[in-house]
């Protein structure tokens, strides 16, 4: 793969097994940089790390120590930092890496917004967590990064709509274009309708969002879902992953390894 691959894909807080075919999985793919969402405090995420651990790629896992409490998990096959976003609602649910590239730093941030329900305890958790993602993270016009991960809220004109969505869901996507930064998937693919998560009736929702830097949006080499973890037979998790190419050259790979007999995915995306 030319230029640096970011891929986030739901892990769906897996068991042991499930968590070992994510990481065959996970471990071919051609991205060096995973953001992984849903995560725990369990036997399978533990495993997950521990695993991509001793292969040699470099990971961030903050285990959220909340029962029933879900987060993010950054696996890189490049040499990271911390990104300082400090944001401290939830903190779990962001996780932020700077990686060096032939342009400079470039800042990788992803996130898990938490779902929500009917209840008023709900919805206020979700809204204060995006009111502090938007005051914490910096404007997209100064800085190189791509912020990226399992979103829980829909583009203001979502095809199909559905009404329970409300406007301050509605307002954080919104965002983000406020702040200079250009949804990956909507610029090079402006009308099509792609879904990163199917209900049991059948209706498609587009969670999973990427949205980079304005620096870097004009070198955006692809940004494509990938529905091959939801639709396979042995269906890795309920959701779509989505990939998203970059044309900057990183500079500071580290050595890591694949399972046995493995080779690492061409990407046909891009």
Same mark, same amino acid.
């Given at each position: ?9 739901? /892990?769906?807080? *897996?068991?042991?097994?499930?968590a ?11 991205? =060096? ?10 036997? $399978?995420?533990?495993? #997950? ?12 896992? *903050? ?12 696996? +890189?096959?490049?040499?990271?930092? *911390?990104? #300082? ?5 939830? %903190?779990?649910?962001?996780?932020? @890496? ?5 342009? $400079? ?5 992803? #996130?898990?917004?938490?779902s ?7 919805i206020?958790?979700?809204? =204060?967590? /995006? ?5 914490? /993270? +910096? ?26 969505? =409300? ?29 990163s998560?199917?209900?049991?009736? $059948? ?10 830097s304005?620096? /870097?949006?004009?070198?955006?080499? $692809? ?8 639709? @396979? %037979? ?7 992953a #989505?990939s998203? =190419?970059?044309? @900057? ?7 890591t ?9 061409? %990407? +046909?995306?891009?």
């Amino acid at each position: 793969m030319n230029g640096l691959g970011v891929l986030t894909f739901n /892990l769906n807080n *897996p068991g042991r097994e499930r968590a070992e075919r994510q990481f065959v999985y996970l471990a071919k793919r051609p991205e =060096q940089v995973l953001v992984l969402t849903e995560t725990a405090g369990s036997v $399978g995420c533990d495993l #997950l790390a521990e695993r991509f651990t001793t292969a040699g790629y470099d990971v961030v896992f *903050p285990r959220p120590r909340e029962r029933g409490e879900r987060g993010v998990m950054v696996v +890189s096959r490049l040499k990271t930092r *911390p990104a #300082l976003i400090g944001v401290d609602y939830l %903190p779990h649910r962001v996780v932020a @890496v700077t990686v060096d590239t032939d342009r $400079g730093p470039l800042d990788v941030i992803g #996130l898990y917004v938490p779902s929500r329900n009917a209840t008023q305890t709900k919805i206020d958790r979700k809204v =204060q967590f /995006l009111e502090e993602c938007r005051d914490k /993270l +910096s404007s997209g016009f100064e800085e190189a990064r791509v912020v990226l991960g399992d979103f829980n809220v829909l583009e203001r004109h979502h095809k199909p709509g559905y009404r329970f969505f =409300q406007p301050f869901e509605y307002e954080f996507y919104d965002w983000f274009a406020r702040a200079g930064y250009v949804d990956a998937f909507r610029s090079l693919h402006p009308d099509e309708a792609e879904y990163s998560w199917v209900g049991r009736t $059948g209706d498609g929702y587009r969670y999973e969002h990427a949205h980079v830097s304005t620096s /870097l949006a004009s070198g955006l080499r $692809g940004c494509a879902y990938v529905h091959e973890p939801r639709t @396979v %037979p042995q269906r890795l998790t309920d959701h779509s992953a #989505l990939s998203v =190419q970059l044309a @900057v050259a990183p500079v500071t790979p580290v050595p890591t390894t694949t399972p046995a007999g493995a080779a690492i995915a061409t %990407p +046909s995306l891009f």
